[in-house]
């Protein structure tokens, strides 16, 4: 296992973090605690999950596997803050301050933990000047429960914004962006990219596989697998993400991953984890063989022709598939 630095701070962690989205949910506990056992095992110390995640209960199940197996000492845990935690309470969502402590506080309960090594930002909220998320972050790191802070889904100009009231005002600033990135969308090479390489942000993109749509399940005859993940709400959403163009890419890509002797999903976050700026792509098993599957990637490796190959089936900076929209809302970094 060959450890990155995250950003531009002294953190080192592995080359592919395990998400805990599904634990505790689509994965029961005792799967969940072997999933995490196993990836430690394998070399990965780096887990994100956030307090939205099934409204606390993947961080619950997260700091249970911990405690259970003594490794949280070796783990950079990560966690993250925005989503609506109560359907009842107005102030139960969002970045403000009030928000954010409440949330750090409960986090750190649920996950029976002394501090958070990467708390994030789960999505911009304009509406709420920066200056208040980021007194309230650097309150929480300054307080010893937080040791570094980050932002999930910013566009590039928010990044910015970040950074420059962060100096303006000497407070902690952002160490790292969580951005959804898949050959299917490379919107984020315009612009996020090469801000992070140029100001030190780790990029640590979640859904390499591009919700599902590049693991090869989903073709013309079989258009709805009935094993494959169900990110979209709507049938409508896939037939808008189904098109001609999509099959057309999707059966050369499929065969390439088979000349490689890998199978798809494991190229298409091989090819995540080789793009330049990249720090951590996010793999969200539900099982062990999913787990197996995809720490098969890191012994992948990508000949510059691959490239040229992936990069003519998938231009870059492009965009073929509007998952992100289909599933979350307009995207920021179109």
Sequence with gaps: MHYRSLGRTGVKVSPLCLG????????DAGTSYRIIDHAIDAGINF????????????????????KRNGKRDKIVLATKVHGRMDDHDPNAIGSSRRHIIAQCEMSLRRLQIDYIDLYQIHRPQPDIPIDETLRALDDLIRSGKVRYVGSSTFAAWQLMESLMVSRELG???????????????????????????TYGFAIVPWSPLGG???TGR???EVRRPADAKRYFAEDTYLDSILTEGFFERIGPFCDLAKAKGC??????????LHQPGVTSPIIG???????????QTLKITLTAEDHTTLDNLFPPGGMISPFYEANFGPNPYR
């Design 20 to 27: 805990c989205l599904n634990f505790g949910g689509k994965a």
């Design 47 to 66: 887990l994100d999950t956030a307090n939205v995640y099934s409204r606390g209960k993947s961080e619950e199940v997260t700091g249970e596997a911990l």
């Design 171 to 197: 407070l902690n600033r952002f160490v790292c962006e969580q951005p959804p990135y898949n050959l299917l969308d490379r919107r984020i090479e315009r612009e996020l990219l090469p801000l992070a390489r």
């Design 212 to 214: 599902g749509l590049l």
């Design 218 to 220: 989903y073709t013309r």
């Design 263 to 272: 199978t798809p999903s494991q190229l298409a976050t091989a090819w995540c």
């Design 285 to 295: 098993p539900r099982s062990l063989g999913h787990l197996e599957d995809q720490l």
